[in-house]
């Protein structure tokens, strides 16, 4: 897929990796860009081509309602989450559930609802960010490790079951970009335009998978070998005892 005169909704619009997105839409000819907020009055882009669009992954008429407003969607980016730190064992399980819940069930139902959006207008794509942290857990971030893990193989399910329409799913893994969402963690961040950028040189090329930077290529290698070397090891590079 190329991105010129493509029509796409992205989730989480208005700031962070969302904003970027959009941008690079706008930079690489995109007919069209919903950009979907829980506030779209936050949608602040200069461009007529950009739509604000109230949207709550949270709220299934709020998908239901969003899939209808943008029945011309080539192009789903599934980009907007949170980050609670909420401890598996001992933290709030609301949170817990408010995770899982954006990341799993809220991902899948804007994918169930734009499918058949996606294959009436000749089949699209669909790009879901997810994160090095669905490959391991960090002591902080267990519940969003959790779910993004189980975003990360919902994406791999959706790709076989809609190849069938023609619709590429893709899914792009990153460590920390430097974002509201990692204003509170002090280690190596990446440039969030870089995001984008790679995910649509990856659509242009077909791919499936794209890895963004080299924390993420690291962790990747590290799941063949014995969890405890790297662990340990994890350990070392982010300060734990």
């Known amino acids: 897929m190329e991105i010129t005169d493509q029509i796409a909704l992205v989730t989480g619009a208005n700031r962070g990796i969302g904003r970027q997105f959009v941008l690079e839409l706008l ?3 995109a007919a069209k860009v919903y950009a979907t907020a829980r506030r779209p009055e936050t949608v602040d882009f200069a461009d007529s081509r950009v739509v604000p669009v109230r949207l709550d992954l949270l709220d299934d008429a709020s998908i239901a309602a969003a899939a209808e407003a943008a029945s011309d969607t080539t192009l789903l980016v599934n980009n907007a989450g949170i980050s609670t730190g909420a401890s598996l064992v001992t933290g709030d399980l609301s949170e817990i559930h408010r995770e899982m819940n954006t990341h799993f069930w809220g991902t899948l139902g804007m994918i169930r609802a734009f499918a058949p959006v996606l ?14 942290l669905s490959w391991f857990a960090a002591p902080t971030g267990a519940s969003y490790a959790a779910a993004k893990a189980a975003e990360w193989n919902m994406t791999n399910g959706v790709r076989l ?3 069938a329409q023609g619709t590429l799913v893709q899914g792009v ?6 974002t509201d969402l990692t204003a509170a963690y002090d280690g190596p961040k990446i440039d969030p335009r870089d995001v984008p950028r790679m995910s649509f040189d990856g659509l242009a090329a077909g791919s499936i998978e794209v890895i963004v930077d080299d924390w993420t290529a690291m962790v990747k290698a590290s799941l063949a070998g014995d969890p405890a070397a790297f662990y340990a090891r994890m350990a070392e590079l982010l300060g734990a005892s």
Do not use: M, Y
């Not at 294959?119 to 090095?132: E, F």
């Open 173 to 178: 893994l990153l460590g920390a970009a430097d």
């Open 119 to 132: 294959a009436a207008n000749g089949g699209g794509a669909v790009v879901n960010i997810l994160s090095a």
């Open 161 to 163: 079951e809609l190849a």
């Open 27 to 29: 930079d690489r000819g």
